[in-house]
């Protein structure tokens, strides 16, 4: 599985991305789907996770309220809307894939996830 993230950039504060990230193969309507961020000098945390379906989905409390997962699994993508950015949020963004998980299922931690895309940069300027 090869995942691809796009969707980064620079944007002020307030302002608002949208990441997307495509899958390859035909497993993906089984995938958890999740996504990171990695900020200089910190470790990766937990950003957005969703189910089989997208029927669940589940956040950090950083960005409860102001990020949106979403998937289409016609079209092999994940996406994540982000609005009322803040410079905190600069890092750089990585979707992964659970192929282990079960239908209804979500993943926080991010050791159980087999696939990781190469990242994209959002950068908020102040």
């Known amino acids: 599985v090869q995942l691809q993230a796009s969707g980064g950039g620079l944007v002020q504060a307030g302002g608002s991305l949208r990441l997307s990230c495509t899958a390859s193969g035909r497993a993906f309507s089984r995938y958890v789907m999740g996504w990171f961020r990695q900020a200089p000098g910190k470790e990766r945390e937990f950003v957005a996770t969703?189910?089989?379906?997208?029927?669940?989905?589940y956040y950090a409390d950083s960005v409860k309220g102001r990020f949106t997962i979403s998937r289409d699994n016609a079209e092999n993508t994940v996406s994540l809307q982000m609005n009322s950015l803040k410079p905190e949020d600069t890092a750089i963004y990585y979707c992964a894939a659970d192929d282990n998980a079960v239908s209804g299922a979500v993943s926080i931690e991010g050791h159980r996830y087999d696939y990781w895309g190469q990242g994209t940069q959002v950068t908020v300027s102040s």
């Open positions: 969703i189910s089989w379906s997208g029927t669940r989905k």
